[in-house]
Nanobody, 123 residues
Framework: VQLQASGGGLVQAGGSLRLSCAAS????????MGWFRQAPGKERDFVSA????????IYADSVKGRFSISRDNAKNTVTLQMNSLKSEDTAVYYC?????????????????WGQGTQVTVSS
């Protein structure tokens, strides 16, 4: 499975960005999908994850109420809508996919990773 993330960029605090992740390859064995982020010098942190059918999603406390995850299985894409962005949201954002149906809020729960897209929020 290959994952291609896009949509990052530079935005002012309070602004919005929409990240997209396109999956290709053997996507039939991919169930949960998620987003993580990594700031310079820090560990890769969980942001959000969504179930295969899209009915269940989880979020890190730091982004609840501001970010929204969705997916379109017909197009093999998952999207992260980010609103009310803060400077602390600045990071490289990674798309991830799991062969499990469980929504894991940690790196070890995912089997495939995209290359990352930079999000920079200026204050």
């Amino acid at each position: 499975v290959q994952l291609q993330a896009s949509g990052g960029g530079l935005v002012q605090a309070g602004g919005s960005l929409r990240l997209s992740c396109a999956a290709s390859g053997r996507t039939f064995n991919v169930y949960a999908m998620g987003w993580f982020r990594q700031a310079p010098g820090k560990e890769r942190d969980f942001v959000s994850a969504i179930s295969w059918g899209g009915s269940t999603s989880i979020y890190a406390d730091s982004v609840k109420g501001r970010f929204s995850i969705s997916r379109d299985n017909a197009k093999n894409t998952v999207t992260l809508q980010m609103n009310s962005l803060k400077s602390e949201d600045t990071a490289v954002y990674y798309c991830a996919a799991s062969r499990s149906t469980v929504l894991y809020p940690h790196v070890s729960g995912y089997d495939y990773w995209g290359q990352g897209t930079q999000v920079t929020v200026s204050s």
